[in-house]
T-cell receptor
Framework: SQQGEEDPQALSIQEGENATMNCSYK?????LQWYRQNSGRGLVHLIL?????REKHSGRLRVTLDTSKKSSSLLITASRAADTASYFC???????????FGTGTRLTIIP | GAGVSQSPRYKVAKRGQDVALRCDPI?????LFWYQQALGQGPEFLTY????????KSGLPSDRFFAERPEGSVSTLKIQRTQQEDSAVYLC???????????????FGPGTRLLVL
């Protein structure tokens, strides 16, 4: 079963704008990760945030984690056409490496 | 070729046929995972290996699904008597450390797209 829900399900923005996606989950977690998936391709790991962290940056990516609300957000700044993809959050629990994925946000960047 | 590879990339099977999907993890990776991704959905966990030991198979949908990793590297996911509802992308992932290790990132292969007619 799906652990979480991404919001929105689909997002279209102009190139250069910022894109924000949200993820909610249900159980206590060890880590939360964000992955990108281009159409018909495998998943590419973007960033991992641990349960004791609140914010993390990597290049144009900024991830926040609020464990009290069981939610996370992914911000992509200065979007590019190449950012067009589906984005998934995934969580794992202490002592258990398996990932539980959300339903994904389909992001379209309009050139 | 440092990434996870999977074969075949595409498989069309007639209902009732058996299929075998192969995963070559990144060399030296201890953990190996199989996920099933239905169209428009996120991946769902099927099973997990630590070296050759299958530690968790709670996600396998039925006893028609069987996975093995006999030498602790290459893994095969076998589906017997395929049904139309088995149509999905099957993703394999590997990671360097076992449970309790510090590195939890999973590296995914391109997937095998299975279509059962």
């Amino acid at each position: 079963s799906q652990q979480g829900e991404e919001d929105p399900q689909a997002l279209s923005i102009q190139e250069g704008e910022n894109a924000t996606m949200n993820c909610s989950y249900k159980t206590s977690i060890n880590n939360l990760q964000w992955y990108r998936q281009n159409s018909g391709r495998g998943l590419v790991h973007l960033i991992l945030i641990r349960s004791n962290e609140r914010e993390k940056h990597s290049g144009r990516l900024r991830v926040t984690l609020d464990t009290s609300k069981k939610s996370s957000s992914l911000l992509i700044t200065a979007s590019r056409a190449a950012d067009t993809a589906s984005y998934f959050c995934a969580t794992d629990e202490w002592g258990n490496e398996k990932l539980t994925f959300g339903t994904g946000t389909r992001l379209t960047i309009i050139p | 070729g440092a990434g996870v590879s999977q074969s075949p990339r595409y498989k069309v099977a007639k209902r009732g046929q058996d299929v075998a999907l192969r995963c070559d993890p990144i060399s030296g990776h201890v953990s190996l995972f199989w996920y099933q991704q239905a169209l428009g959905q996120g991946p769902e966990f099927l099973t997990y290996f630590q070296n050759e030991a299958q530690l968790d198979k709670s996600g396998l949908p039925s006893d028609r699904f069987f996975a093995e990793r006999p030498e602790g590297s290459v893994s095969t996911l076998k589906i017997q008597r395929t049904q139309q509802e088995d149509s999905a992308v099957y993703l394999c992932a590997s990671s360097p450390h076992s449970i309790g290790g510090k590195e939890e990132t999973q590296y995914f292969g391109p997937g095998t797209r299975l279509l059962v007619l």
